[in-house]
């Protein structure tokens, strides 16, 4: 089992010296996190958010996701992180219960804390270009609200099919980024919504052409159409100058890009990690 333990960093220094194994430090720190067993959990929902059919249903996804891809995608819950930085916080859960498969570690954790209202993003590896900056916000755009509305369970599962989604596009040779995000999908109201003022302009076009068909009697659009041919006779006519006015415009500037790609920082244990993170 996924275990949390903190030992200071002088005992920490003895047990490295000594050549004691198992616990790994971590620098400018005082906490220290490791795993009894590695890869044994890939949901830790210390924050019990939810029950066990749904822990169970939920572990089983992540697993077929990772062991299918060669990615470890975990899920993190935490009550409070007393004072952490969310970003460093899962950077650091991720390096010190050793995640990561293949050669370069390559994998995502998801965290989310409770107390802060606080959830972050932590990629390594090959997971690094999957899951750019871009598609990192396309995701939790698609998923965030289910935390907000409580329905963790629903939240978590979107994380994971949207993980599944992104490596299958990853191994297209072209990862989703600002130029290629998925399509949205449009919900069923919308759809409806649609529909019904469709029909509403349709409606008002037909009613209004067999209105005008109605009407023998029409305003003339012109007020010379009122004048008596001949009536009026112009002996001296001329333009008089009154006055000009000119407009200007900003030539618009072109915005960047952006480029897309994946920004990265380095952890406390000095890996490389890619990653967002915002509340909920």
Excluded: W
Excluded at 103 to 121: A, P, V, Y
Excluded at 183 to 210: K, N, Q, W
Excluded at 221 to 240: F, Q, T, V
């Amino acid at each position: 089992m996924l275990k949390k333990k903190i030992i200071p960093v002088f005992l920490a220094s003895v047990l490295t010296v000594s050549g004691t194994t198992g616990f790994v430090t971590e620098a400018f720190s005082e906490n220290v996190y490791a795993a009894e067993e590695v890869h044994t959990e890939r949901l830790a929902d210390f924050a019990d958010l939810l029950d066990d059919g749904q822990k169970e249903e939920l572990e089983a996804k992540l697993d077929q996701v990772s062991e299918d891809y060669g990615c470890d995608v975990v899920v993190v819950t935490e009550e409070t992180l007393d004072g952490a930085v969310p970003q460093d916080y899962a950077d650091d859960f991720f390096d010190y219960n050793d995640y990561g498969m293949g050669e370069d570690k390559s994998g995502i954790l998801f965290l989310i804390t409770m107390s802060e209202r606080k959830r972050c993003i932590s990629t390594h590896g090959e997971a690094i270009q999957i899951f750019t900056d871009a598609g990192q916000e396309y995701m939790t755009d698609n998923f965030v609200s289910y935390l907000s509305d409580g329905e963790y369970y629903e939240g978590f599962m979107k994380f994971a099919d949207l993980c599944e989604e992104f490596i299958i596009q990853a191994q297209s040779g072209e990862p989703y980024d600002v130029e290629n995000l998925p399509e949205e999908t449009i919900p069923f109201y919308m759809i409806f919504l649609i529909s019904l003022v469709v029909g509403f302009v349709i409606a008002l076009i037909v009613t209004g052409v067999m209105r005008s068909r109605m009407k023998t009697v029409h305003m003339k659009p012109d007020a010379a159409d009122y004048m008596k041919d001949g009536s009026l006779h112009i002996n001296r006519s001329r333009d008089i100058f009154l006055y000009h006015q000119v407009t200007r415009t900003a030539k618009p500037k072109e915005e960047s890009s952006g480029g897309g790609g994946s920004s990265t920082h380095t952890s406390s244990s000095g890996e490389t990690h890619g990653g967002s993170s915002g509340s909920f």
